[in-house]
């Protein structure tokens, strides 16, 4: 039975390829092919399978479709083919010419019987067709399609689409695909060996899955070949494994860097420890959510401009906030750390509450713009654009913020302040002042911080835990107060921590990077990039 039924299969599908070859049928019309389905013999309504596909009409898809279905009809009286409209259930369709007829009492409807041969037959008419679409995506993916589901049956359809096909990257999809349809046959070793060598260049797991069943259940120098492939292509993976952590090390350490960088003036300059620096980073948050919630219900077409106009908002709002701890509180905490840490406890317990109270404790939605949807291919890495944009924000972040402190006079009294706090205030520098306006850039920064990481996080009022603890991390490692420190501390420990995942998980790897800061701290107790400057030494 099995042998009786590949011989019909093989058969079917040489009546498919002939017509598709030939195109002799194409001036017949898709009028004359689809009245073949009116025949009373299965082979004739077999031949108007191939008709119908040789037509390359557009509608052809959609009565193969139906047929395969067993949802064709002819209708009496006048004997037209008729298939269910989609759009419209309840009603059909002429098959050729696709104009709604609306209901039909189902009494005058004959069904369209079809036999194994012709559903072999259909599904080789439909991958023809898919193949030779005039649309390329749809193309392309029917030969990725037919790489993930291999098929013996689909090669001589593939072999004649790629004879027609002109673009290379559907062209070389189309060649693999008939590369992993003769694996899947019993064609001779020697075009298995080749089919072999094309499976292998694409270098993935799919690859991996199409050759482990030749390593697994064949015999001699196609098992060998097979097995040196998957040993080859093992090894390429973990190279680009190891490439992909690094990408994804810089993006978790871009987005430490943004958490971070804040934190390391503010305790730098004054020495604060400000337990509420989170909640600047989630308040920013939640000026991205309701910017994009404004544009929702006001103005739906700036919705990608969203993010631009929640930066300046979410700046000036934590910068505002940050001023008025800094005069409120801190400025009374000066010199009793433990109190100081204390106080901006409470203050973020009271942010964090008061969000709570206004947006509720669920997650916010914030959607990406167009421009930051989507991912990039590069070989074995997907790189998601809202990473890259991140990546590039935060390094855009650090230069300006760099720029300023070297080139500014705010920065330069900034920079005396940090270095011999009681010589600048001889000198006519307003101290107190520059305290206030450097916790404000501070925590408008960690703003910025939030609107950036709104893109890749839930926005809810625990958003800023989960970011303060690793922020004093990298302060501690770069070295405090040091710009320079600080982006390389970031980095670095975004990278370490990708690499350790996979082996730890995600908690020991925090453990042990944690462990890691405390003993390095014992030797370097200043950090990567100490400060330099009477007041380093205080």
Request: aromatic fraction near 6%; charge should be positive; proline fraction near 3%.
């Amino acid at each position: 039975m099995m042998l009786l039924r590949t011989i019909a299969v093989l058969a079917a599908s040489l009546i498919v390829a002939s017509f598709l070859a030939t195109g002799s049928v194409q001036a017949a019309g898709l009028d004359t092919a689809v009245s073949g389905l009116k025949e009373k013999s299965f082979s004739k309504r077999l031949k108007a399978v191939g008709a119908i596909a040789a037509t390359g009409h557009e509608r052809a898809a959609d009565i193969l479709n139906a047929l395969s279905s067993s949802k064709a009809f002819v209708a009496a009286p006048d004997g037209k083919v008729v298939i269910p409209d989609a759009a419209s259930p309840g009603t059909y369709v002429d098959a050729i010419t696709g104009e709604n007829l609306g209901a039909i009492d189902r009494g005058s409807l004959k069904k369209v019987r079809i036999n194994n041969r012709m559903r072999g037959a259909i599904r080789d008419a439909l991958g023809g067709l898919t193949l030779r679409s005039k649309d390329r995506g749809r193309r392309l993916a029917a030969a990725r399609t037919m790489i993930a589901s291999p098929d013996a049956a689909a090669f001589e359809n593939l072999t004649a689409a790629i004879a027609e096909e002109t673009d290379a990257e559907v062209r070389l999809a189309m060649q693999r695909a008939r590369a992993a349809s003769v694996l899947a046959s019993s064609a001779p070793d020697a075009d298995k060996l080749a089919a072999i060598k094309l499976v292998q260049a694409m270098g993935n797991q799919q690859a991996i899955s199409l050759l482990a069943p030749l390593a697994a259940g064949e015999a001699g120098a196609v098992a060998d070949s097979a097995k040196t492939a998957i040993a080859a292509i093992n090894s390429t993976l973990a190279v680009w494994r190891n490439a992909q952590n690094v990408v994804y090390g810089l993006s978790l350490g871009s987005v430490l860097l943004l958490a971070a960088i804040g934190l390391a003036i503010t305790f730098g300059v004054m020495g604060v420890i400000n337990m509420a620096h989170g909640e600047m980073v989630m308040l920013g948050a939640y000026v991205t959510f309701m910017v994009q919630e404004v544009i929702r219900q006001t103005m739906p077409g700036l919705f990608d401009w969203s993010l631009l106009i929640a930066l300046p908002l979410a700046f000036a709002l934590t910068g505002l906030v940050g001023i008025a701890m800094e005069r409120g509180i801190i400025r009374f905490l000066y010199g009793r750390p433990l109190e100081t840490l204390l106080a901006t406890w409470g203050v973020s317990l009271i942010l964090q509450q008061a969000v709570r109270t206004i947006f509720g404790p669920n997650n916010r939605e914030v959607g990406n713009p167009s421009w930051m949807s989507g991912s990039l291919e590069f070989g074995q890495l997907t790189l998601t654009w809202n990473r890259l944009y991140i990546i590039a924000f935060a390094l855009t972040i650090f230069a300006l913020l760099f720029l300023a402190m070297r080139f500014t006079g705010f920065g330069l009294q900034m920079r005396a302040v940090v270095q011999n706090r009681r010589m600048a205030g001889s000198m006519g520098i307003r101290t107190k002042w520059i305290d206030a306006l450097t916790f404000g850039l501070g925590s408008g920064i960690a703003g910025l911080a939030g609107v950036a990481i709104s893109q890749i996080d839930n926005v809810s009022p625990n958003l800023g835990q989960s970011y303060i603890i690793d922020s004093f991390m990298v302060v501690v490692f770069g070295g405090v107060g040091n710009l320079w420190g600080t982006l390389v501390g970031a980095l670095t420990l975004g990278i370490a921590n990708k690499f350790m995942e996979p082996f730890a998980g995600a908690v020991l790897a925090k453990v042990l990077i944690l462990v890691f800061i405390i003993l390095f701290i014992q030797k370097r107790p200043r950090g990567l990039f100490a400060l330099k400057g009477r007041g380093a030494e205080t």
